[in-house]
């Protein structure tokens, strides 16, 4: 029997996973990640759009209208089937095809838009109290009540490990405030909490290191979707939040994600979304800047799946003569085998 007030699909309680071999190739003795990519529909969003569609059902809202840049939509879509509430969702054009297609199957309205800025939003808010719909945004700015559901994030953690910083891959600046405010801000062991962005979309960062009047720029020039809000609406919450766990902001290239989403893939066998490898590329960087050191446990927030993001990644292949014949595979097998072991016995040899 379907309980509508409570739509629970399975999200939440994911493990705290270490990150050992990465961890010891940059000379750190752990990193931990939390796996928030093992949520129903890839990633945390999921626990926020349970509590919002929770709260819509308490309030009789007779459905939710919402923006994202994909993983919220998804989950929202999907927790809004659960629990019979139809949805309309904002969405920029500029979306990732395989966020946007994963949204396809349950039927939600969907909006393609130019693009989708505090105007927008403001307007979306208006629509929702005019046609008794929940505002369904992943921030606190207009979802306080949802937004309670990713403060779990911080609740787990207490009881998965001690942690010195978290590192928390930031848009608009909600998932930050939620882990901090779900950690037990009395502790004596408080975690600092590390902002990372993207160096051409940092506002709330580069207000950190004051650069900025205003944790807001003029426009964004980055592909990390998820993160590209140049007016983050929690963007001064998200600030405080920082501060007052003495933590600091991040920049970094999305060259520098990319080629920490492929390693964490290798080395570890993790697929992350860029935004969640943005996070961990920051780790590394603090770092090599001496601002972490070797006795350091930090944390990352593994936000989204890899699978959500694949515009990088071409088909196998494609420029070879098809389909591959048995000696194909032999000649593959003999190259990259001899090539490992010769360069197996040259360090051995050194
Ligand atoms: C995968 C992923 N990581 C991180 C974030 C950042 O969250 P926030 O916008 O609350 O800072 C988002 C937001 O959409 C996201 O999709």
Known sequence: MINREEPYLGEGQTPVLSLKALAKHFGLSNISAKAEYLNPTGS????IAAATVQDAVRRGHTGWIGTSSGNGGAAMSAYGSRAGLPGFLCIPLSTPPEKLKSIVPYGTT?????EIGMREMDAIKNLSDEFNLKMSVTAYQYNPEGMTGAETIGNELQDQGSFTHIYVPT???GLLVAV???LDTQSRTRPKMICAQPTGCAPISRYLRNELNAPIIPTCDS???GLLLPDPPDGQLATKAVQSTDGWGCLVDDKDAYAMQD???QMEGIFVEP???LALAAIIQDCHQGLICESDNPLVILTGSGLKDLRRFEQPDTSSTLPASLSDLRYKLEATLH???ETHSRKRSN
Not at 110 to 114: I, N, Q, R, V
């Open 339 to 341: 090539h490992a072991q």
């Open 180 to 182: 901090a405010r779900g």
């Open 171 to 173: 848009g608009g600046g």
């Open 110 to 114: 969907l909006l393609l838009m130019d």
């Open 275 to 277: 935004a969640s490898a």
């Open 44 to 47: 945390y969003k999921d626990r």
């Open 263 to 265: 390693l964490l893939a």
């Open 223 to 225: 592909m990390i979707s």
